[in-house]
């Protein structure tokens, strides 16, 4: 292999740890985000619990 496509492998290498590292940076920003999200429709889904009761209405009633 000539010293030139030895050059070329390393830097491809190079690239592709990089963007790895960059892949697995943002997955655990999704996975925050998806928490977050998650806790707000949580909260959405208790405020409407309490409006239902507070209203009177139960799911039974829906059915």
């Known amino acids: ?13 190079q690239l592709l740890i990089f963007q790895i590292k960059n892949v697995h940076k943002l997955i655990g920003k999704a996975w925050y985000e998806l928490e977050i999200a998650r806790g707000d429709l949580r909260e959405i889904m208790d405020i409407c619990e309490e409006w ?4 009177g209405f ?3 009633q829906r059915e």
Do not use: G
Request: no cysteine; hydrophobic share 30%.
């Open 58 to 60: 139960n799911q039974d």
């Open 1 to 13: 292999m000539t010293e030139e496509k030895v050059a070329q492998l390393e830097h491809i290498s």
């Open 52 to 55: 239902e009761k507070a209203k």
